[in-house]
C-alpha cells in the first residue's frame, strides 16, 4: 500500500523511525527544526519549508517531539490547515490529558489522531523492530494498521485517547523510579567502603534482580554514564506522572523525591547527559 506520509522530528528516534517509511518506498516528506537532521534526508525524502505544507500532502503525520508543548503548537498549526480525512499519529511520549483534548478536537473536525509512544531504543527505532502501545478510537487505529506495520515489529490498541501514552508513562515510571533507586544506593555502599561489585553479584542471586538492573544498575556501579537516555527527558516524564497525580489532588510520596534528585541534576548541567548521571549527583553530595 503506497502511503503519503509526513515524518515531523528527525532526532535519534524519529530520524530511525522515518528511515523505515523511506525503505519501503512511500512518498516520504520530513521536517525537523534542526538543518543537520533535516539534511540527513536529502535524496532520499523531500524536505517540507514548514510543517504546514508537510501537513497539506500528507495523509498521515508522524510527530516525534520533545514533550506535550511543541506536540499542542504543531497540531493547532494542523487544526488551523484543516484536518478532514487526514490521520496524525504522536509517537512522542506526550502528557495523557493534553492527548485526550487533541483527540476531541481533531475527531470534531473530521481527523484522526493516535498517541503511538515509542518503546525502545533508536537502534530498534532504525530497524524497525521498535513496539508501540496505541491509545484513541478503534476504528482510526484499525484503519492504521499499514503504517504501524511499516515501522514496528508489534503495535498494542490499549483503549482510548491517551492510553498509550498512559501505558508509556507507567512503564516509564517503574522503570526510572528503579534506576533512581540504583543510583542513591550504589553511591551510599561505595562510600561505606563496600565492594560494589560484589553487591552487585549477591543482587543478581536475587529476587531484586531484573531487566532494570541489569541496565542501570551496571551503568551507575561502574560509572559508565554513556548517553541512552537523557536525564532531562525522564524528569520530564516523572514530571507528567506527577501532574497526573496533582490533577487527582493525591500526594505523590517518593516520587518527589526522585524530581527533587533529577532537579539537582538538571541545575548542575547534566540534562542533556545520561539518566544514569543522578547516580553523579549522589556522589558530589557523598564527596566521591
Known amino acids: 500500500m503506497f502511503m503519503k506520509i509526513g515524518f515531523i522530528g528527525l532526532g535519534r528516534m524519529g530520524g530511525g523511525a522515518c528511515g523505515n517509511f523511506v525503505r519501503r518506498g512511500h512518498d516520504v516528506m520530513v521536517y525537523d527544526i534542526a538543518p543537520a537532521a533535516m539534511e540527513a534526508f536529502r535524496g532520499k525524502a523531500e524536505l517540507a519549508r514548514d510543517p504546514a505544507e508537510l501537513f497539506r500532502r500528507s495523509e498521515v503525520t508522524l510527530l516525534s517531539l520533545p514533550s506535550s508543548v511543541q506536540v499542542e503548537q504543531m497540531c493547532e498549526t494542523f487544526l488551523a490547515c484543516g484536518v478532514q480525512g487526514k490521520t496524525v499519529i504522536d509517537l512522542s511520549t506526550s502528557y495523557p490529558l493534553s492527548t ?12 484522526a489522531f493516535l498517541d503511538a509512544p515509542l518503546m525502545g531504543n533508536p537502534q530498534m527505532a532504525a530497524e524497525g523492530t521498535i513496539s508501540v502501545t496505541v491509545g484513541g478510537d478503534r476504528k482510526d487505529f484499525d484503519a492504521a494498521a499499514p503504517v504501524f506495520q511499516c515501522f514496528t515489529s508489534r503495535a498494542d490498541y490499549v483503549g482510548g485517547p491517551g492510553n498509550g501514552h498512559l501505558v508509556k508513562l507507567a512503564l516509564n ?24 561489585q560484589q553487591l552487585f553479584d549477591i543482587i543478581c542471586e536475587q529476587k531484586t534482580n531484573c531487566g532494570v538492573f541489569q541496565f542501570y544498575g551496571q551503568k551507575v556501579k561502574d560509572r559508565d554514564y554513556r548517553l541512552d537516555f537523557a536525564l532531562a527527558f525522564g524528569l520530564k516524564d516523572l514530571g507528567y506522572v506527577k501532574r497526573l497525580y496533582e490533577d487527582l489532588n493525591c500526594p505523590a510520596f517518593a516520587l518527589d523525591g526522585a524530581l527533587d534528585l533529577l532537579r539537582t541534576g538538571l541545575k548542575d548541567g547534566r540534562g542533556g547527559n545520561d ?11 557523598l564527596e566521591l
Open 100 to 111: 485526550k483534548k487533541l483527540q476531541q478536537r481533531f475527531a470534531q473536525a473530521g481527523g
Open 275 to 285: 539518566f544514569s548521571e543522578a547516580a553523579a549527583v549522589m556522589r558530589d553530595y
Open 173 to 196: 515510571f517503574t522503570g526510572l523510579m528503579y534506576a533512581i533507586t540504583y543510583s542513591q544506593m550504589f553511591p551510599l555502599m561505595e562510600k561505606l567502603g563496600l565492594d560494589t
